[in-house]
């Protein structure tokens, strides 16, 4: 089976999309019946790497500045001029049987042109009314769009629930079934028990910007006990308002912007900490809570996008309310009052993440993918 992969992220590009290209890439890179080329930007100049005999990785100069983890509509525009191009090119060297697509816009719209039956994988801003800076766009342009590359798609998945509830109300008949994220089990492990301390340490792995609710976050931690402290890991147009915002709250000493972790570097945060917090106010299936989840970490997560599949409140961590700092800081103070808490729901949380992993993800998508492309 030939495929073509198209997904404007990958690393050092992006975020979770990006990184679960990457797992996926892997799982498929010992399989000599699959053959890929993945096409996507570049944070430099125009390259092709081989990451196995049978997967091939083509990045597009599409003169990107700024931060490597937010992508413009500019960057998405000239990534669409170029993939599509580029694709052409590729087309008449290769019988491919089919196209996966990461994102519906741009990826399922150059996926659309291409003559080739597709696939779209929905992840998260590129369906209708997620993303709030989208707003006007998607009830102008995007989500008649939408509609008609779904309806010309051999397939369309989401990666939870919650974004395939979503899609349907742009598009209440179309058929959309789930292939939820992974995670690494292997690399993402619990720490060790370690003599009790008597704070605790929140971590938040996140973009900044403002969708993902950090300021939220830091309110609340002005809220709580000093013993609390917060290490946020990640970069993006927000930070130096978030960091001022960190100074004029008085949470200096206690808040860490450890700025973009490169991904090899989490698990050692993770292990480091007792509380993952995720505010946002809309997300996916986040690969950061999987990967919290699969260090043994309880979760504090807003009621959005895939929490239902990942958290069990009372089991494994806590419902937060989006925008709410006073929610946030409520749950937070049960592990202060009942640490032992940490342990229990740590313990629930790496049974949670035993249930995913990236080679069943990649199985799961390998089987749609024959089905659907077979000729």
Request: hydrophobic letters at 40%; a neutral charge; one cysteine or more.
């Amino acid at each position: 089976m030939r495929i073509l992969f198209l997904n404007y992220e990958y690393p050092p590009l992006g975020g979770g999309a990006a990184n679960a290209t990457r797992y996926l890439l892997e799982a498929w890179a010992n399989q000599e019946d699959i053959h890929i080329d993945l096409v996507c930007a570049s944070p430099g100049k125009r390259s092709v790497e081989r990451l196995s005999p049978g997967i091939t990785i083509h990045r597009l100069d599409i003169g990107k500045r700024g931060s490597m983890h937010y992508q413009s509509q500019a960057d998405l525009l000239r990534y669409s001029r170029a993939a599509l191009d580029y694709s052409r090119e590729l087309l008449p060297a290769r019988s491919y049987d089919g196209c996966l697509a990461f994102f519906g816009i741009p990826c399922g719209v150059v996926a659309s042109r291409l003559r080739l039956p597709y696939i779209v994988s929905l992840r998260g801003s590129d369906v209708p009314f997620y993303n709030p800076r989208f707003r006007w766009l998607d009830r102008l342009v995007f989500q008649r769009l939408s509609r008609r590359v779904w309806a010309r798609a051999e397939a369309v998945v989401a990666n939870s629930e919650g974004l395939r509830e979503l899609a349907l109300r742009s598009a209440c008949h179309q058929a959309i079934q789930v292939i939820p994220n992974g995670v690494d089990v292997q690399r993402f492990v619990p720490a060790r028990m370690s003599a009790e301390e008597t704070g605790l340490r929140l971590l938040c792995v996140s973009r900044l910007i403002p969708r993902k609710g950090i300021a939220d976050l830091l309110h609340s931690l002005a809220r709580l006990d000093s013993r609390v402290s917060l290490d946020i890991a990640g970069g993006g147009a927000q930070e130096q308002e978030l960091r001022a915002l960190s100074a004029s709250l008085g949470l200096d000493g206690r808040v860490r912007f450890l700025g973009i972790v490169p991904h090899d570097e989490l698990p050692s945060h993770y292990r480091a900490a007792d509380l993952f917090v995720l505010p946002s106010h809309n997300e996916g299936m986040s690969n950061t809570v999987l990967e919290a989840l699969a260090s043994g970490l309880p979760v504090l997560l807003t009621p959005t996008g895939g929490t239902a599949e990942l958290l069990e409140p009372g089991v494994n961590g806590c419902l937060i309310q989006p925008g709410n700092p006073a929610s946030i800081a409520a749950a937070v103070s049960q592990y202060l009052e009942q640490p032992e808490l940490l342990a229990a729901q740590g313990a629930a949380s790496r049974a949670k993440a035993e249930q995913f992993s990236w080679d069943a993800v990649a199985q799961a998508y390998a089987g749609l993918m024959s089905e659907r492309f077979a000729r």
